[in-house]
């Protein structure tokens, strides 16, 4: 299940944070911060989840006319069964609900990740990752 989050509970940062941390070592980040992320203006975070455990996560935030996912990851235990699509899907709902035009993103240096985005419909727009998608 797809569902957005309001509130951070210890139990969900924790999964956030080991997720994280099993994908690129970006925990530490997901661990202090997130609680803080999700209460400020602009953010918003989905989650996928069963029976309250964490599969995976995005995090963006709104920029003017446009969406910004900063952090999305899936447990590496669930990945290629379409929780990542759905997440994205999930956000780019909110996102054109909130006025966006486009969502932009960084991409991770992998062929993989770069695969996953133009798989979603994502376009390379600059040489250094940053990818967008018009809605």
């Known amino acids: 299940m797809i569902r957005r989050v309001l509130n951070v509970s210890d139990d969900m940062r924790l999964d956030c944070y080991k997720i994280a941390n099993t994908s690129v070592g970006d925990a530490e980040f ?3 911060t997130i609680r803080d992320l999700v209460n400020r203006d602009g953010y918003t975070m989905f989650v996928s989840e069963n029976n309250s455990f964490v599969h995976g996560f995005v995090l963006g935030h709104m920029i003017d ?3 910004r996912v900063d ?3 899936v447990d590496k235990r669930y990945q290629r069964q379409g929780i990542g699509s759905a ?3 999930a956000y780019e709902d909110y996102a054109r609900g909130q006025g966006a035009k486009r969502v932009t ?3 991770r240096a992998t062929v993989q990740a770069k695969n996953f985005y133009v798989k979603n ?3 390379q727009i600059c ?3 940053l990818m967008e998608k018009k809605l």
């Open 30 to 32: 997901i661990y202090y």
């Open 65 to 67: 006319s446009a969406g």
């Open 71 to 73: 952090r999305i990851f």
């Open 87 to 89: 997440l994205l899907q």
């Open 105 to 107: 993103l960084n991409a």
């Open 121 to 123: 419909g994502y376009l």
């Open 127 to 129: 040489a250094n990752r």
